[in-house]
């Protein structure tokens, strides 16, 4: 037990070591998962899209339990590099809670938010660099063409962004995704959200500040195959709905109200045929509105019990992820050569 207390004791004191270590211009963060083929390639990329910002600059690459070598590339890189802190995390959370973590860990007064596959040209980094000195908050990633998307997900995209723009309060634009880059500030009141169920971009919209969209193509993936397969893609839209919304709850009141008016004109009609003498005995209007009532009232449980599942689960309290392993060359020397900016 010691042990194990001793070891998250000695986490959260790199974590804050690197926390509080010289603060630098720019952090890119990338979640990793089964993305071996292509970490070469994303390294490259993006050090040479990092360049012009000279020595200040961290490339937080997050490893989310992948099954194959993507944590061995991502050390090997972090061993040889000072610019690379590589995060393994003790299991495959998830790319929200990846993403989260590099969050966390990461240092720079900017920050610039890329996925591993490329899909997200790097070298969008200058020019949404240029925008943000313009004076704004974020600068996300607005996808005007998407290659190599099936039409079922572009077309469920459109459809799932319209839902939850009618259902939500908070203006989350549709059309983008995680890509983005975002000020410290953004940063810091993102990092105070403690939520668990993350929906980023929205999370990011909630927060407000100045942002301001930047329309670009999405490539396809530069190698290996999407982790969103539709089960997944469907679990985050949940998660983005209840997040922002509770109108589903109130769907309880609004079918209740409905099925009322319903029930009071049918009511009406069965006195006016008794008055008649017309009581034949009606099996099939009783069945359908049993059956009716019966599978409304289990859809509203089932809403019900999301919300309340979901209570449950952030009543816990528990930590969003566990880090098994940090490794920075810059962290471990203590300092980084360059003076501190910002
Ligand atoms: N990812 C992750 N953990 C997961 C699934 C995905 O860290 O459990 C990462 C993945 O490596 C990639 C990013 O999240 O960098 C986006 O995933 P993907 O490209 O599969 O999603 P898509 O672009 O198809 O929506
Ligand atoms: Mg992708």
Not at 29 to 43: Q, S
Not at 204 to 231: D, K, M, N
Request: hydrophobic residues 45%; glycine residues 8%; aromatic residues 10%.
């Amino acid at each position: 037990m010691v042990g194990v207390r001793e070891e998250l004791d000695n986490l959260v004191r790199l974590r804050h070591d690197i926390a509080d270590g010289p603060s630098i211009a720019l952090s890119v963060v990338v979640p990793c998962y089964n993305e071996d083929a292509g970490i070469d390639e994303l390294y490259r990329r993006v050090s040479a899209a990092c360049e012009p910002y000279g020595e200040t600059y961290e490339i937080v690459l997050v490893n989310d339990g992948s099954s194959d070598a993507t944590r061995e590339k991502i050390f090997a890189l972090a061993e040889r590099d000072h610019h690379i802190v590589g995060i393994d995390l003790a299991r495959n959370y998830g790319h929200q809670i990846a993403l989260s973590a590099g969050l966390e860990f990461c240092r720079g007064q900017r920050i610039f938010i890329l996925d591993a596959d490329l899909q997200d040209p790097p070298e969008l980094l200058g020019p949404m660099m240029a925008k943000m000195n313009e004076g704004y908050d974020v600068v996300y990633g607005l996808r005007e063409e998407r290659e190599g998307e099936s039409w079922f997900k572009l077309a469920s995209a459109s459809l799932f962004y319209r839902i939850l723009g009618k259902l939500s309060n908070v203006g989350i634009p549709a059309n983008t995704g995680d890509f983005r880059l975002i000020s410290r500030r953004t940063l810091d009141h993102l990092n105070a959200m403690p939520e668990r169920y993350r929906f980023i971009r929205g999370m990011v919209s909630w927060i407000g500040l100045r942002q301001c969209a930047f329309p670009y193509r999405r490539h396809s993936r530069f190698a290996g195959e999407t982790h969103y397969p539709l089960r997944k893609m469907i679990l985050f839209a949940i998660d983005a709905v209840t997040s922002f919304s509770v109108a589903p709850l109130r769907l309880a009141s609004h079918l209740g109200l409905a099925f009322g008016l319903l029930g009071m004109a049918t009511l009406a009609y069965t006195i006016f045929a008794w008055a008649l003498g017309d009581v034949l005995p009606g099996w099939t209007s009783l069945a359908s509105i049993t059956l009716i009532l019966g599978s409304i009232q289990l859809l509203m449980l089932g809403i019900f019990g999301e919300y309340l599942g979901r209570m449950y689960m952030e009543a816990k309290r528990r930590p969003l992820f566990i880090v098994n392993e940090v490794v920075s060359r810059a962290a471990i020397e203590g300092t980084q050569k360059e003076p501190a900016h910002g």
